[in-house]
Nanobody, 112 residues
Framework: QAQLVESGGGLVQPGGSLRLSCVASGIPFSTYIMNWVRQAPGKELEWVSSISPSGGITNYADSVKGRFTISRDNTKNTVYLQMNSLKPEDTAEYSC?????WGQGTQVTVSS
């Protein structure tokens, strides 16, 4: 049974950093493009970043480019999202997804 489990969210001040993790099980993780998406209250789902199966190709939404870094460790079936220089508008629930499989999400709140 496929399962994606995110962790690492929390409350952080503007300008701070967080690293999200997403551990996959039940899927051939190393064959999947992995994505991070987010949804703020009252807003539509927003794609944040993606990474190729080997990790060699990454893509970012303009809103996070230069501040967020996606990476993966296929030996640990884990994808990461390093978030730096966080802004209040980054506040959202962050989820990892293959497109077919979704995690439950982890809340990130950026506030002073």
């Amino acid at each position: 049974q496929a399962q994606l489990v995110e962790s690492g969210g929390g409350l952080v001040q503007p300008g701070g950093s967080l690293r999200l993790s997403c551990v996959a099980s039940g899927i051939p993780f190393s064959t999947y493009i992995m994505n991070w998406v987010r949804q703020a209250p009252g807003k539509e789902l927003e794609w944040v970043s993606s990474i190729s199966p080997s990790g060699g190709i990454t893509n970012y939404a303009d809103s996070v480019k230069g501040r967020f870094t996606i990476s993966r460790d296929n030996t640990k079936n884990t994808v990461y999202l390093q978030m730096n220089s966080l802004k209040p508008e980054d506040t959202a629930e962050y989820s990892c997804t293959t497109g077919d499989h979704w995690g439950q999400g982890t809340q990130v709140t950026v506030s002073s």
